[in-house]
């Protein structure tokens, strides 16, 4: 993937299918950058127009840094080049990262941050450390768009994107590609077989027998990176227990990682380990050569992101069919239906108050939430943008078309989780125990419990700021 946390991680957070349905589903990737050397530290503002409503000094370089994940880098490139087309006497530096964090945290102590960030890859900025060096985005969503003046951006945007990107209900980040997640297989080797993707406990547990007898694991997962199974646990509890589950974590509630929804899920994922349905050793092996398992045919099923295929492009089989599925339902009682899935906008963008070049920042920004930059997007990840009407008529593989398909099914069930970008400790207790559980180290008693005295401790810490209670 590229991990949003995966950005691998984050991401996250809610959508309107509605308005999606006719479109493909999505993905995501990332880019860097190199500074301006200029010497000028000033802000890069000249006078402000509707064609350049930020006041951009076209003069002045832009440096991005953009994570170097499964969307490959050319989709970046092409944001540059049409910045540089505009502004022919800039120039736009991308710096590749493979960990954001890791990269960026050296730039914001010394206050030389880029003027654009990617916040996104296995580890990525904690908003709640760095907010005060951050641009409120308020002015960007305000902006005219590139293709129409008349129209603010924050009216192009698909249902949900500026809400994706809140931290204390202000935007400070800009989730570029609208990802849907699930469990991914190979439709070729089911067609092969005669075998149907579950959508029952039960279905899975017939599928994952008839697997195991041909030396097939049913199930695997990208163990170095327990953000993919955070999803695949968070989802189901939201299943399971309906949307008020998760709202009782995320709230910090007393006892709500000890809920029954919870422990249903915990045991399940205990069953399916001890069966022996999970890939051997998966828990100690990194995302692409899990993936890989599933090209290969060694295992059915994989959480993840629609940016799966750009991310394993280089290493299909000429007759793969990558297609995503919804999480097949745990219980005949569960409050959320079949078809309930994870699907959102994801892939941040950030821009730093204390870049050379801010609004040369926001200005990249809006040329990428342009109709020529988000179907550029479109065309090279295979993944839908959040520009509304960007990515109409066309077309893409397998793996585009059931994501649609899952998305357009959903009928709106969608699951978002907060929790992840608000409390970093909670995020970070949990990777753990996932790897605890994962690892065959500890059963539901230890993974319940450990969360909840995580959780508890946040809840009474006084300087964890608390956000507002979900309520919807």
Known sequence: MSHTSLSRRTVLRRAAAAGLLATPAAGFLAACASSDTSGDTGSGTTGKTKDNPFGVDAKKN??????????????????????????????????????????????????????????????????????????????????????????????????????????????????????????????????????????????????????????????????????????????????????????????????????????????????????????????????????????????????????????????????TKLEVSAQWSLTASDKSPYGTVRAAAGEGWIVPKTGKNPAGGLEFLRIMLSKAGARKFAELTKSLPVVKGAADGLTGSSQFVSANKVLAAANGNVVSVRFDGWYKDLYTALEGAITNLMSGKGGTAEFTTAMQKAADKIAADPNVKKQPKRTA
């Open 62 to 319: 832009v440096d991005t840094v953009v994570f170097d994940g499964g969307f490959g880098q050319e989709y970046a490139k092409g944001y540059a080049s049409l910045y540089e087309q505009k502004y022919s006497g800039s120039k736009v530096g991308i710096t590749w990262s493979k960990e954001i964090l890791t990269d960026m945290q050296p730039r914001f102590t010394g206050n030389t941050a880029p003027d654009v960030i990617n916040n996104s890859s296995p580890k990525t900025l904690d908003l709640a450390t760095i907010v005060d060096q951050l641009t409120d985005l308020t002015e960007l969503y305000d902006a005219p768009s590139v293709d129409d003046p008349n129209v603010k951006i924050r009216d192009t945007l698909l249902a949900g994107t500026i809400e994706s990107g809140l931290f204390n209900d202000k935007p400070y980040t800009l989730n570029a590609a609208y990802t849907v997640y699930g469990f991914f297989h190979d439709q070729t080797l089911f067609d092969s077989k005669g075998w149907k993707v579950p959508t029952t406990w039960d279905e899975f547990l017939a599928l994952a027998e008839n697997a195991k007898k041909e030396g097939i694991a049913a199930f695997t997962h990208q163990g170095k990176y327990p953000w993919y199974m955070y999803n695949v646990i968070t989802d189901w509890i939201w299943k399971v227990g309906g949307k008020e589950a998760i709202f009782a974590i995320d709230n910090l509630e007393p006892g709500a990682w000890q809920s029954d929804a919870v422990k249903t899920v915990i045991d399940h994922v205990h069953e399916m380990l001890g069966k022996g349905y999970v890939q051997a050793g998966a828990a100690a092996l990194d995302h692409t050569t899990t993936q890989q398992a599933v090209i290969d045919r060694k295992a059915l099923f994989i959480p993840c992101g629609t940016w799966l295929e750009g991310e394993m492009a280089k290493t299909l089989r000429p007759d």
